[in-house]
């Protein structure tokens, strides 16, 4: 049996339990301070946060792929 590195990967937003890019964040670092904030509630795509250290606020965004970005408001 061949070794395939591909099926070893648990971070894989397309992992088998077809999950998909559907990632559910419960936390976020924040851009400007990088403290990490955890939240109640999943992070929903076009959601405002704020960092509970420093104040800033920001826009939530999911891509395609599942990731996270966050835009400062």
């Known amino acids: 049996m061949a070794f ?6 648990d971070d894989d937003p397309g992992s088998k339990d077809g999950a998909g890019p559907q990632r ?4 976020f670092d924040c851009p400007e301070c990088n ?5 109640d509630d999943p992070i929903a795509d076009g959601a405002e946060l704020r960092c509970n250290y420093c104040g ?3 826009r939530a965004h ?6 996270l970005k966050l835009r400062l408001l």
């Open 4 to 9: 395939d590195p591909h099926e070893m990967d």
């Open 24 to 27: 559910k964040y419960t936390e």
């Open 35 to 39: 403290a990490n904030n955890p939240v």
């Open 56 to 58: 800033e606020e920001f």
């Open 62 to 67: 999911l891509t395609d792929e599942g990731r």
